[in-house]
């Protein structure tokens, strides 16, 4: 893990307090888990990298926050989002509610493998109910090459300079 990455995550559980204290629950998932994510997909083609999940709340919740972030295998934080910052109102969920989360995200990534972290956060986006790290790998192949990290919808010209 880069070190400004893992200050970033100690930083984070530093408001989670019961984020390790639990011997059950793998080492890359932290939180309260009143609220879990379960049955994480993810599909990637040229155009289109999709992600869904399952947040079931086992309190009354308002207004949780549900995200993603893409990362390459060196760790390089490429994309994060969330619904906070989307400014979409999540609403409340009543105990054994469940909401089916889904991210569409243009496809920009070279090829080459990823990690993809998905999370459930408080109305206050400092708590977590569910913080699942690498929760899932997955490929990129395309045919353009790029020495980048993305590989963007560029065009190039060339005019004989005598006309």
Known sequence: EGSSEKVANDYIQLFNADANHDPDKPANRWG?????????????????????????????????????IIKDLDNHH???????????KTGTLKVGEKRNIKWEVPNVLKSGRYRLTVAAAHEDGFGFYDWQENVKTFDVSRPEETAGFMVLADTVTIKDSRS
């Open 78 to 88: 490429l994309f994060d989002s969330n619904t906070k910052w989307k400014k979409h």
């Open 32 to 68: 309260d888990l009143n609220m879990t994510l379960e049955n994480v997909q993810i599909s990637a083609n040229t155009k289109e990298i999709t992600v869904s999940y399952f947040a079931e709340a086992h309190a009354d919740i308002k207004d949780p926050i549900f995200g993603i």
